[in-house]
């Protein structure tokens, strides 16, 4: 585990394996909710583990290279709150998911402005 | 002693003022910024326990009516957990891991940023049913199935709730991957996963835990519009069960999610102030991820009552969390041996912590025993158990994260003397307030109830828990001058006041843009500031 995140991910998934097979194999629950939901924390966590794995090499690499972030970013703020809209929109009405969907579209367009000028920078 | 460059990062002049602060991208004023905003629905939530309390001072209805008191329980569980307790733990991440590493920024601040305005917004969108024709939520922060369809529960505030809920889940997952993925690919050279603070170990399983549990919440709050709005999703007994499944497996994960990260600072007041590092490091991480992936197992403890689960199992994984627990009580008790202690304002709250959740823990385990279980649910015993673990722990394990680190993120003190007011009001006010509640359910009182009947010894009871809520509020403003103090005072901390064992207390207080401007200390341990210091008397 010393120097690899992949390995805590793994040991957190066979502790939860484990707990699922004894719910199983020992007392016989079958209760779909109760088998599926700790199988699926186990996918979710060794697919973290493998992304972990190949992230950690590649920024092995880059962590320390200078980088360039913009200290604001507006377009983040736009796409959290027009978020909040759209949900919203699903109670108060139609009008307010398009005026999020539309603030949505313009923070991803900004979003996508500032990680091309990030690339450029580096 | 050798030491590596810190972290380089190449960025736009900062902008200053609170416009900048709302979009930065810098994690610390992120951190601050979602720090901040979940501790104002602190005080909103703690304005609601207020009021009930002051209801239940006295038997019969004085201030609130039936429904208002259900909307006032719905809110003040909710905010605690989903606005309160979760960001503030994560936000703590957010300001501290990067600094603790060795890094320069938090992994994908933008979805952070983007994270924070979810939260506010949620919280918002939650609150905003009080200003409903037919008021907020009245639900529970749990909103079992039927009780919250729509024939039960017709309010919009209650549908504007389940929204704002979606919401601060939703947040909470993007803070959770963006505090994890920084601790996986930005830490700094030397810094391998055996070298992490502790802290961020207990910030490692806390996010594992939130990216497993949340989205069943998603997934069942989701179901839950979907079923207010057109029905035919749960129907029957077996709907009420499936609902509770996918609800408790994210909301008893959630009371760990909110208790690690303040068990780390904990730890990591109680090794800088008994002037040694963290005893038996290594069983302590075996342990955190033992204890997280038992109470991902434990879900089923909620529903003892309800013959749907298999009650055997859920004891067993229930009281057996009480083994990695003691390790981490095992730890701290053996950091302290023989330890130069020093009671400043951090470690007495940590020590407060140590004695309250035990209390906490303890009583958590007869619940876990479905015998003892069968008579205490749903009664004051188990809101007095619940809140000796949540106030016990992870308020006094926040209030020791804001004595610790308050010198590191602002550069001034905080008056000790305040804090010593603050610790003592707190203990005296939490365990009045708290303690009763014990004997109250024991006795029968059920919770979520406006009223009961006069002439009882529960009058008695329920006077001493409310004038304790006093009390708490008092302590509460106490801290509130304190602060107040500190930035007008502006007393300079330095870098390192109280000689602190991580890097962060490696560079200025508080940090500078790039956290680290000049070499990073070497990383040879999870403590490379007492290395250090080790070195130093060593040679001398």
Avoid at chain 1, 6 to 33: M, N, P, Q, S, T
Avoid at chain 2, 51 to 65: D, I, V, Y
Avoid at chain 2, 490 to 501: E, I, L, N, S
Avoid at chain 2, 514 to 529: C, I, K, Q
Wanted: positive net charge.
């Amino acid at each position: 585990m010393s120097g690899r995140p992949g390995v805590a991910f793994l040991v957190w998934a066979a502790l939860l394996g484990l707990l699922a097979a004894v719910l199983w194999a020992v007392f016989a629950e079958l209760d779909r909710l109760s088998v599926l939901m700790p199988a699926f924390a186990v996918a979710l966590t060794a697919a973290l583990a493998l992304g972990g794995w190949r992230a950690a090499r590649r920024a092995a690499a880059r962590a320390f290279a200078p980088q360039a972030d913009p200290d604001t970013s507006w377009p983040a703020v736009l796409a959290g709150i027009s978020l909040v809209l759209v949900l919203l929109g699903l109670e108060v009405g139609t009008f307010l998911i398009f005026i999020g969907g539309g603030l949505f579209v313009a923070a991803a367009g900004g979003l996508a402005r500032e990680w091309r000028a990030e690339r450029r920078a580096r | 002693m050798t030491a590596v460059d810190a972290p380089r990062t190449r960025v736009a002049p900062p902008r200053r003022g609170l416009v900048g602060t709302l979009a930065s991208t810098d994690h610390k004023a992120l951190g601050a910024g979602l720090f901040a905003t979940a501790f104002a629905f602190f005080l909103a939530a703690g304005v609601l326990a207020l009021l009930m309390r002051f209801e239940l001072a006295r038997p019969h209805l004085q201030l609130l009516t039936l429904h208002g008191y259900d909307e006032l329980f719905t809110l003040h569980g909710s905010t605690m957990f989903y606005l309160f307790a979760t960001p503030i733990a994560l936000a703590a991440g957010v300001y501290l891991v990067p600094l603790q590493i060795g890094a320069a920024r938090l992994r994908w601040a933008r979805l952070a940023l983007a994270a924070w305005w979810m939260t506010i917004g949620g919280g918002l969108t939650m609150w905003l049913g009080f200003l409903t024709e037919q008021g907020a939520a009245d639900v529970g922060w749990y909103a079992y199935w039927p009780l919250s369809d729509m024939p039960s529960s017709p309010s919009v505030g209650t549908d504007y709730w389940i929204v704002g809920v979606l919401l601060a889940a939703a947040a909470a997952i993007a803070l959770a991957a963006c505090v994890l993925a920084t601790i996986v690919t930005e830490r700094a050279p030397g810094m391998t996963m055996l070298r992490l603070p502790v802290f961020c170990w207990t910030m490692v399983v806390s996010c594992l835990m939130v990216l497993t549990a949340f989205p069943a919440l998603i997934v069942a709050m989701g179901l839950l519009l979907a079923q207010r709005q057109w029905g035919g999703v749960y129907s029957g007994s077996a709907g009420a069960f499936d609902y509770q499944h996918l609800f408790w497996f994210f909301g008893h994960p959630v009371v760990y999610v909110v208790f690690f990260p303040f068990l780390g600072a904990v730890a990591e007041a109680i090794a800088t102030f008994s002037g040694r590092r963290w005893f038996g490091y290594k069983p302590f991480v075996v342990s955190l991820l033992l204890f997280a992936a038992l109470s991902m197992s434990v879900w089923g403890h909620h529903m003892f009552t309800t013959s749907a689960v298999e009650n055997r199992y859920f004891s067993l994984t229930s009281t057996a969390l009480l083994v990695p627990a003691g390790v981490e009580y095992f730890d701290a008790l053996a950091t302290m041996w023989r330890g130069r202690i020093r009671l400043a304002t951090p470690m007495l709250f940590a020590l407060g912590f140590l004695v309250l959740f035990a209390i906490g823990g303890t009583t958590g385990i007869w619940v876990a025993s479905p015998p003892l279980d069968y008579h205490v649910t749903d009664s004051y015993f188990v809101v007095a158990h619940f809140h000796y673990t949540l106030f016990g722990g992870s308020v006094m394990g926040l209030f020791t994260a804001i004595y610790l680190w308050w010198p590191k993120v602002t550069g001034t003190l905080l008056s000790e003397r305040l804090g010593r007011w603050h610790f003592w009001l707190t203990m005296i006010g939490m365990n009045l307030t708290f303690f009763p509640l014990f004997f109250l359910g024991w006795d029968g009182m059920p919770r979520r109830v406006a009223d009961y009947a006069p002439g009882t010894s529960w009058s008695t009871l329920n006077a001493l828990s409310s004038a304790g809520s006093a009390l708490l509020a008092a302590s509460v403003l106490v801290f509130l001058w304190n602060v107040r103090r500190s930035w007008r005072r502006r007393a300079p901390a330095g870098p390192d006041p109280w000689g602190g064992q991580t890097l962060e207390w490696a560079t200025d207080s508080p940090p500078p843009r790039e956290n680290f401007t000049g070499a990073l200390p070497a990383v040879r341990s999870f403590a490379p500031l007492q290395d250090l210091r080790e070195a130093a008397e060593a040679s001398a």
